[in-house]
């Protein structure tokens, strides 16, 4: 018989614990990182650049561009809605609201039909003053920057659609959360085998 050292293991110890998220109020930056936070971000930034370019169209040739008074309209309600809607996610205003998803629905589908129609009236603006420079550059761009956003706002219509179909109960962290933690001891010992 040969004495070898060995090691073994002790004590071991897992403790697990998981979670789906909070209801209670609070600041969550974190939604900003999601995919509808960066939705809303971009429709922030594209609809001010639709609002700047309706201001200078109808700067620069408001009688010729008599439609240029509801393609700013449409980006500054648009603007504030959406505003509006990420401060009632990061306060996680949405999981008190019982039913916020069908009410984010209705919204989607009233703010894609506007700047649809809003779409139109900026197309035959840049139709008619489309050689004018003055008019023909930023009412194009306008027209441009109103299709991106209806596109955008259809994208987030149709997400919407989906979780209202699914009903999901939005909370400030929607996924779940598991945390494992292992504590291992060993010990050395000498024996004979």
Do not use: D
Not at 5 to 30: A, D, F, V
Not at 39 to 62: M, Q, T
């Amino acid at each position: 018989m040969t004495e070898e050292e060995y090691r073994y293991t002790s004590e071991t110890t897992t403790t697990t614990s998981s979670g789906q998220g909070t209801t209670s109020l609070g600041c969550y930056w974190g939604y900003l990182r999601t995919v509808p936070g960066i939705f809303k971000i971009v429709e922030i930034v594209l609809g001010l650049i639709v609002l700047i370019c309706a201001a200078v169209g109808i700067s620069n040739c408001s009688i010729a561009w008599a439609g240029g008074g509801f393609v700013e309209f449409v980006a500054v309600f648009a603007l504030i809605s959406t505003v509006i809607l990420i401060v009632f996610y990061l306060t996680n205003m949405v999981a008190k609201i019982g039913v916020w998803i069908l009410g984010e629905f209705i919204f989607y589908v009233v703010i894609v039909i506007l700047y649809l129609i809003a779409f139109i009236i900026s197309a035959v603006g840049a139709g008619k003053l489309g050689g004018y420079a003055p008019c023909g550059g930023p009412i194009v761009t306008a027209t441009l920057f109103c299709v991106a956003l209806m596109i955008v706002y259809g994208i987030e219509l149709f997400l919407s659609f989906r979780r209202w179909r699914g009903g999901v109960i939005l909370t400030a962290s929607s996924t779940a959360t598991t945390t494992t933690t292992t504590h291992t001891t060993t010990s050395e010992s000498t024996g004979k085998f």
